[in-house]
């Protein structure tokens, strides 16, 4: 079984920064892609940023510029670093992981239990 941690969500100011981090666990031995979706109240899971294992990159336009993925593949864990913070940045951010391999087999998607970020003065 995969497991995907995501720590670092919290209270911010507008303008100011976060730092998001998912771990992923389960005997792992490889990931495909690595990624961050947010669930605004009322809204649909939208995708903010995604990164391959060669280290491409996708961003939703809203977050072009103020937003950074990165990944260690060593450590199964993806980072997002959130600037420039803005009110419409509040929701709970969700990790996912598709195309994953490990010990017990192939799984195709897998998903975070997510955390909060809210910001606001």
């Known amino acids: 079984q995969v497991q995907l941690v995501e720590s670092g969500g919290g209270l911010v100011q507008p303008g100011g920064s976060l730092r998001l981090s998912c771990a992923a666990s389960?005997?792992?031995?490889?990931?495909?892609?690595m990624g961050w979706y947010h669930q605004a109240p009322g809204k649909q899971r939208e995708m903010v940023a995604t990164?391959?294992?060669?280290?491409?990159?996708n961003y939703a336009n809203s977050v072009k510029g103020r937003f950074t993925i990165s990944r260690d593949n060593g450590k199964d864990t993806v980072y997002l670093q959130m600037n420039s913070l803005k009110p419409e940045d509040t929701a709970v951010y969700y990790c996912?992981?598709?195309?994953?391999?490990?010990?017990?087999?192939?799984?195709?998607?897998?998903w975070g239990k997510g955390t909060q970020v809210t910001v606001s003065s």
């Open positions: 990164i391959t294992s060669g280290g491409v990159t």
């Open positions: 389960g005997r792992i031995f490889s990931i495909n892609a």
């Open positions: 996912n992981a598709k195309g994953i391999r490990n010990s017990g087999g192939y799984y195709i998607e897998s």
